[in-house]
């Protein structure tokens, strides 16, 4: 934002985006194997 190349909305949804994908990968469980074999 700061050097013009994104708008604040971007950089927001951008930020926004990258919190989602840290929960994500953070709270991640693996499929049981039934799970995986239906």
Known sequence: VTKG???E????ILHSTRLIGNK???EIEAHSQQTLET
Request: proline letters at 0%; charged letters at 20%; hydrophobic letters at 40%.
């Open 5 to 7: 190349i994104l708008t």
């Open 9 to 12: 909305e971007g950089a927001e």
């Open 24 to 26: 994500s990968a953070h």
